[in-house]
Nanobody, 119 residues
Framework: QVQLVESGGGLVQAGGSLRLSCAASGRTFSGADMGWFRQAPGKEREFVARISPGGGYTYYAASVKGRFTISRDNAKNTVYLQMNSLKPEDTAVYYC????????????WGQGTQVTVSS
């Protein structure tokens, strides 16, 4: 059974940093694009970042570009999201996704991890 498990969320002050991890099990995703999404209370889920299988190509939402960095370790079947200069508007549940079909359609999703940024 395929599982994606996020970790690393928490409460941080504005301007701080967090590093999210997403560990995949059940199969390898070394040949697939992986991504991060987030959903704030009362809002729709939105794209945050995406990374190609080898890590050579990355894509970011305009709202996080320059502050967030997506990376992956295929040997560990894990994808990361380094979040710096966090803002209160980054507060959301962050979801890991694997095997992109389109920009927003992925075959597998994690359960999410809460990130709260206080002002």
């Amino acid at each position: 059974q395929v599982q994606l498990v996020e970790s690393g969320g928490g409460l941080v002050q504005a301007g701080g940093s967090l590093r999210l991890s997403c560990a995949a099990s059940g199969r390898t995703f070394s040949g697939a694009d992986m991504g991060w999404f987030r959903q704030a209370p009362g809002k729709e889920r939105e794209f945050v970042a995406r990374i190609s299988p080898g890590g050579g190509y990355t894509y970011y939402a305009a709202s996080v570009k320059g502050r967030f960095t997506i990376s992956r370790d295929n040997a560990k079947n894990t994808v990361y999201l380094q979040m710096n200069s966090l803002k209160p508007e980054d507060t959301a549940v962050y979801y890991c996704a694997a095997e992109a079909q389109t920009r927003t359609v992925y075959n597998y999703w994690g359960q999410g991890t809460q990130v709260t940024v206080s002002s």
